[in-house]
């Protein structure tokens, strides 16, 4: 016996607008934190794009605290340096991706530098913490582009970075949010199906192309061309068509919503202004950074 599933219907379509962040970096957000929450556990989607050497040296994200949240980078052309406060050093090229999780405190820059061709081309996602792991010990996942497993079908290329798909479980675990975190791309005229938890939240960034989200038996989709930020209503599969003129790669996300109180404030999410002044006040006593240093050590 088939089951039914319930597709999910495109509840809003984002168009990305320009900020400013860090040193003078050009950047299109599709959403930031706020107090509404309205894509929980996501709190923020970044996508920064350099492909013009006029724009001249890109200056990145010098020095900064977070605490609370997870920062996601994931790399499709040129690189970020990045180097933290718990001693981490390295850099994230095509492909790779870093899953970030801040706990209690992190200090950290991260600055994009150009690729081969002159771009800088990745997205920074940021995922909530519940309470309970918001002042957790800081850690790290970083996958190279190497060990992130890719499913084929006709027509169909999809990355898994993190959740499960065609029966691939990505690289990218332990994440309190459960996400399930997809580089798609397809053929014109090919379609993607994603079973996704009902009662999780779903987005698609549309980066490259044109596409129809959203569309199955009776049902129409929406129709969108690149750059959007795509949000599903609840339902338990995603559908994705390439257009028949044009090919079509989008970042596929969903998680289970934390269904808390944030308060965000700049590189910090907590869930009340209490949490945010003492941030600020271990900031000013040099006791952002507790000592990392692992036990017996
Ligand atoms: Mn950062």
Redesign the pocket.
Same mark, same amino acid.
């Given at each position: 016996m088939e089951t039914t599933r319930t597709i999910r219907r495109v509840k809003q379509v984002i168009q990305p607008r320009f900020v400013i962040e860090g040193a003078d970096v050009l950047l299109q957000r599709s959403f930031g934190p706020s107090r509404a929450n309205p894509v929980d556990p996501f709190l923020l989607f970044d996508h920064f794009a350099f492909n013009d050497p006029a724009e001249g040296p890109i200056r990145g994200?010098p020095t #900064?605290p #977070?605490r609370g949240i997870e920062?996601v980078t994931y790399m499709l052309e040129g690189n970020v340096r990045h180097r933290d406060s718990i001693g981490n050093l390295g850099v994230i090229g095509p492909g790779d991706v870093q899953w970030m999780t801040s706990g209690r405190g992190i200090l #950290?820059e991260?600055m994009p530098q150009r690729g081969p061709q002159g771009v800088i081309y990745g997205f920074q996602l940021w995922v909530n913490l519940p309470a309970a792991q918001k002042m957790g010990r800081p850690r790290y996942q970083e996958v190279k582009a190497e060990g992130i497993p890719v499913v084929e079908a006709p027509g169909v290329r999809v990355r898994v970075v993190a959740g499960e798909y065609a029966g691939v479980r990505g690289p990218v675990t332990e994440i309190a949010a459960r996400p399930l975190y997809l580089d798609a791309a397809l053929e014109p005229g090919a379609e993607l199906r994603v079973p996704v938890p009902a009662g999780h939240t779903a987005v698609a960034y549309l980066f490259e192309g044109e596409g129809e989200f959203g569309a199955g038996p009776g049902q129409p989709g929406e129709v969108a061309g690149a750059v959007r930020m795509i949000l599903f209503e609840d339902g338990d599969e995603l559908r994705a068509r390439a257009a028949e003129n044009s090919p079509a790669r989008f970042m596929l996300i969903a998680g289970a919503p934390i269904r808390e109180p944030i308060f965000p404030y700049g590189?910090f999410v907590m869930n009340t202004r209490e949490e945010i002044e003492q941030a600020l006040t271990d900031l000013r006593n040099g006791t952002f950074v507790q000592d990392e240093a692992p036990a017996g050590a």
């Open positions: 994200f #900064h #977070h920062t #950290h991260e590189p």
